[in-house]
C-alpha cells in the first residue's frame, strides 16, 4: 500500500518560509509518478502548487512559481516543499499527492492533509 504523510509547522508569520515533507511509503519517488503538492483554501478551492518528477524535473504554478521550490531526497523518500515570504492567504491545507503518469492532474494517493496558518 502507498502512504504519504505530511510534516512541518502549522504556524508561520508573514514573511518566513514554509517548509512541509512528504514522507512516502510502499513506493520509490523515483517511479514513474508526479510527486505533487495541492493546497486548499476556502476562498480559492484546490490549487495545484507544483510536482517534482521521477526524474527529479519540476513545474510549478505560474501564480506561485517565483516563491515555489520542491526538492527530494531519494535516500530517505521524501519531496519537500518550500514558500518563501508568506501571506495571510497562503492559509490553507496543504496535502502532498501521487500523480498518474498520462492522465493529467489527477492522483491516486493523497497524504491526510497539514493545516498551515499565517498569522501575525
Known amino acids: 500500500q502507498v502512504q504519504l504523510q505530511e510534516s512541518g509547522p502549522g504556524l508561520l508569520k508573514p514573511s518566513q518560509t514554509l517548509s512541509l515533507t512528504c514522507t512516502v511509503s510502499?513506493?520509490?519517488?523515483?517511479?514513474?509518478?508526479?510527486w505533487t503538492w495541492i493546497r486548499q483554501s476556502p476562498g480559492k478551492g484546490l490549487e495545484w502548487m507544483g510536482f517534482i518528477a521521477y526524474s527529479g524535473s519540476t513545474f510549478y504554478n505560474p501564480d506561485l512559481e517565483s516563491r515555489t521550490s520542491i526538492s527530494r531526497d531519494t535516500s530517505k523518500n521524501q519531496f519537500t516543499l518550500q514558500l518563501s515570504s508568506v501571506i495571510p492567504e497562503d492559509t490553507a491545507v496543504y496535502y502532498c499527492?501521487?500523480?498518474?503518469?498520462?492522465?493529467?492532474?489527477?492522483?491516486?494517493?493523497w497524504g491526510q492533509g497539514t493545516q498551515v496558518t499565517v498569522s501575525s
Open positions: 510502499g513506493d520509490a519517488i523515483t517511479n514513474n509518478y508526479y
Open positions: 499527492a501521487r500523480g498518474m503518469p498520462k492522465s493529467l492532474y489527477t492522483y491516486d494517493y
